[in-house]
């Protein structure tokens, strides 16, 4: 008997995904509830499992087609059992291994059996264009799967690399060189970058962005961290990072600060009495945005515990709509990618946004005399619609307040 894969209900509003990666081919066995179709939607990627178990039959919507909730995706042969390999059909490998480089060739025949060894585009190309072998790099990805980070790590190592086949017979006489290589790729953008792309744009269109910056001596939170880190991860089984200290102090000034927190509906101003905080997250198909709610009522160890458990789950793929919907502020951490300023852009209908950046030491002046201390740049843009500017910069300098002198989080200052 055939079942139905169908697409799922992905969350309020949307409607419609992208089939990004199949995950398993036709005459493959499969799991009831694996995994084997992956969808793009506007804001998360979405993996699709069998709702049987049995063999992968016809595949309906191809990768890259734009499909509607409810849509046949493919049918699954109920009981079936995985028509054993031919010996005689080395086609599909061959033709992999013609589409590639002969460099790469190692990296190519066995892409898609099993495992980690099942690439998504991205991480294909990331492995060809490094000339590496992905059996040896270790994946982190949901199911073992290979992110682009996996892939990265191993360049930075200069591990993996792959090695030509003995058996490629080496060419008589080389060629002369035709000079650089010239050649391009397109590559169509995901469903998740081209809604990216077109929200910050409206923000520029639409907005009167502007950005104020300030600085922070980060020389109290660090040794606070120093002296507390090992205690709170003992107790609270998660690592005390800096996130949590500017959570804290984000709070506290968009309580002080409330129109940095509001929002422009038509004619109307929203005043939100909560702080729903987004938080920028590294993904394997880009920055995510999931959103720590009510963040004014947790402690800093709940806010790091969200923040760890939102890393995870993006690096697994497993952020749900519910995870990235709403948001009144966001933080960005640019620092984390060696990031010294910029000028993040707000992400509507939030009216501000606060960029953070790497910390490194400078010579700035104390009690006149010039020291070196930890420092970080801060960034606020903002919807001057809304906000003015002298609301701007008491909200960085309250933020700045609270993280030289961390005592003010404890006693509410």
Request: some cysteine.
């Amino acid at each position: 008997m055939a079942t139905e894969v169908k697409v799922p209900t992905l969350g309020e509003s949307v409607t419609e995904a992208t089939v990004g990666q199949w995950l398993k081919k036709p005459g493959e066995a499969v799991k009831a509830d694996e995994p084997i179709v992956s969808l793009e939607t506007d804001k998360v990627a979405v993996d699709v499992p069998a709702p049987v178990a049995g063999t992968l039959g016809d595949i309906i919507a191809k990768e890259g087609d734009t499909v509607n909730v409810g849509a046949l995706l493919a049918m699954i042969n109920e009981g079936a059992s995985a028509a054993p390999p031919s010996a005689a059909a080395p086609a599909p490998a061959a033709k992999a291994e013609a589409a590639m480089p002969a460099p790469t060739a190692s990296a190519s025949a066995d892409d898609d059996e099993g495992g980690n060894l099942t690439l998504s585009p991205a991480v294909r190309r990331l492995v060809l264009e490094h000339g590496l072998d992905p059996s040896k790099i270790k994946g982190t990805g949901k199911d073992g799967r290979l992110t682009k980070d996996d892939v990265m790590a191993a360049v930075a190592a200069g591990t993996a690399k792959a090695t030509a086949s003995v058996s490629a017979p080496a060419p008589a006489a080389e060629a002369p060189a035709a000079g650089p290589s010239r050649k391009q790729e397109r590559v169509k953008m995901t469903r998740l970058r081209q809604t990216v792309a077109k929200r910050l744009k409206e923000a520029q269109n639409n907005a009167a962005l502007l950005t104020t910056y300030n600085d922070v001596d980060m020389t109290n939170v660090i040794e606070a961290r120093a002296k507390y880190k090992d205690l709170f991860e003992k107790k609270h089984g998660v690592r005390l990072g800096f996130m949590g200290f500017f959570t804290k102090a984000v709070c506290m000034a968009l309580r002080d600060i409330p129109g940095v927190n509001a929002q422009i509906e038509g004619d109307e101003i929203v005043y939100n009495n909560f702080a729903d905080i987004s938080v920028a997250v590294s993904a394997p198909n880009g920055l995510v945005v999931p959103v720590i709610r009510n963040a004014e009522s947790l402690s800093v160890a709940d806010i790091e515990k969200t923040i760890g458990n939102f890393g995870k789950k993006a690096k697994e793929g497993a952020l749900t709509m519910e995870d990235m919907k709403g948001g009144t502020f966001t933080i960005s951490n640019g620092g984390v990618f060696g990031s010294l300023l910029s000028s993040p852009i707000i992400n509507p209908p939030q009216s501000a946004v606060l960029g953070l950046h790497r910390i490194e030491d400078r010579p700035v002046v104390r009690n006149g005399e010039i020291v070196i201390r930890p420092m970080m740049y801060l960034a606020l843009s903002y919807d001057h619609r809304l906000i003015d500017g002298r609301e701007a910069v008491t909200f960085l300098v309250a933020v700045k307040n609270a993280i030289e002198d961390p005592t003010r989080l404890l006693i509410d200052l």
